[in-house]
C-alpha cells in the first residue's frame, strides 16, 4: 500500500455525506471545507444565504458535492424543518457538526432571561435535537460521527462567561451523554474545543490589539487560533481513524488551557 492510499484508508471521507450547522463562517466554514476536501459530501446550514452560497461556491470550487439550507436554529419547530431539509440534498448525514453558535456576553448579574434562552435554545437545545434526529439513523446504518464545537469556557470563566459557558459545558455533557448512547453502534460522538479564534464571534475583542497581544501570550504557541487550525483535528474525528475515540473533548486552543 503506498503511502496516499494508506492516508487515504485513515482519513478519507469519501462516499460520506457531511452536515455542519454554521458552517458559512468561521470555524464550521473551515470545517465544512475540510471536510469537503477531504471527500464529504457537504450541507451547510445557517441564517444568512450570501454567505451559505460562498461556502457552497468555495466548496464546488475545489470539485466538492455541496448544499446550502438557510434555517435559523433558535426556534425548534425551524431546526427539526431545517434538519429534514439537511437531508435532502446528499440522503441522512454520517457526520454531523455542531458549529453554530452565538455569545452575547452582558455580565451575569445583567443577564436577563431572554439572553440566556436565546443562548440556550441555539448553541445547546439544537444540537440536542439535531443529535436526536440524525444519530438513530447513524446508529442503525453503523457509522456516525457528530462533533461539536465547545469551548474552553465549558471548563472555566473568561470574559463574562455568562449563559454562553453554561451553554458549553452543556454541549460537552451531550456529548457524553450521545457517545454512551450510540457509540455500540459505530456513532463517535466528540467535542472540538477552541480557545481565542479570531473569527466575527469576538469581533469586539480581536480588533482590540493589546486584548489580542495579551490572549497570544496566554496559548503555548504565542499567537491566536485561526478557523483553519480546525481543518485537521474535524476530518480526524469525521474519519475511520478515530473510530475509538469517543465522548472526549479534542482542545484545539495552541495550549492555552494547559499554560
Ligand atoms: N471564535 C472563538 O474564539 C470561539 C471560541 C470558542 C468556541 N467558539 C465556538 O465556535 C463556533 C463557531 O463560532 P465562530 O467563532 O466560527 O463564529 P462565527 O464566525 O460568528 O460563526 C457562527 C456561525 O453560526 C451561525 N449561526 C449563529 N446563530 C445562528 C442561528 N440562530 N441559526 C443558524 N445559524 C446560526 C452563523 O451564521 P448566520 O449568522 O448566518 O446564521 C455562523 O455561520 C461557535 O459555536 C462558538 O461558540 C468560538
Not at 125 to 143: E, K, N, S, T, V
Not at 180 to 196: I, R, Y
Request: aromatic share 6%; hydrophobic share 45%; glycine share 12%.
Amino acid at each position: 500500500m503506498t503511502a496516499p492510499e494508506y492516508l487515504s484508508e485513515l482519513f478519507s471521507l469519501r462516499g460520506r455525506t457531511a452536515v455542519v450547522t454554521g458552517g458559512s463562517s468561521g470555524i464550521g466554514r473551515a470545517i465544512a471545507l475540510a471536510l469537503g476536501r477531504a471527500g464529504a459530501a457537504v450541507v451547510v446550514l445557517a441564517r444568512r444565504e450570501a454567505e451559505l452560497a460562498a461556502t457552497v461556491a468555495e466548496l464546488e470550487g475545489h470539485g466538492c458535492r455541496a448544499a446550502a439550507v438557510s434555517a435559523d436554529l433558535s426556534a425548534r419547530d425551524a431546526v427539526r424543518r431545517a434538519a429534514d431539509q439537511a437531508a435532502e440534498p446528499f440522503g441522512e448525514p454520517d457526520i454531523l457538526v455542531n458549529s453554530a453558535g452565538i455569545n452575547l456576553r452582558p455580565p451575569l448579574p445583567e443577564l436577563g432571561e431572554d439572553v440566556w434562552d436565546a443562548t440556550m435554545a441555539v448553541n445547546l437545545d439544537a444540537p440536542y435535537l439535531l443529535g436526536q434526529r440524525f444519530g438513530p439513523g447513524m446508529a442503525a446504518r453503523g457509522f456516525g460521527r457528530i462533533i461539536h464545537v465547545s469551548s474552553q469556557q465549558a471548563f472555566r470563566a473568561f470574559v463574562d462567561s455568562g449563559a454562553y459557558g453554561v451553554s458549553k459545558a452543556g454541549l460537552t455533557a451531550l456529548a457524553r451523554s450521545q457517545a454512551e448512547a450510540w457509540s455500540p453502534h459505530g456513532v463517535t460522538c466528540n467535542t472540538l474545543v477552541p480557545g481565542f479564534v479570531m473569527t466575527p464571534l469576538n469581533r469586539r475583542l480581536s480588533s482590540d490589539p493589546e486584548r489580542v497581544a495579551a490572549l497570544a501570550a496566554r496559548t503555548m504557541t504565542g499567537r491566536n487560533g485561526l478557523p483553519g487550525d480546525f481543518a485537521g483535528a474535524a476530518v480526524f474525528l469525521a474519519s475511520d481513524a478515530s473510530a475509538y475515540v469517543t465522548g472526549q473533548a479534542l482542545f484545539v486552543d495552541g495550549g492555552l488551557s494547559s499554560h
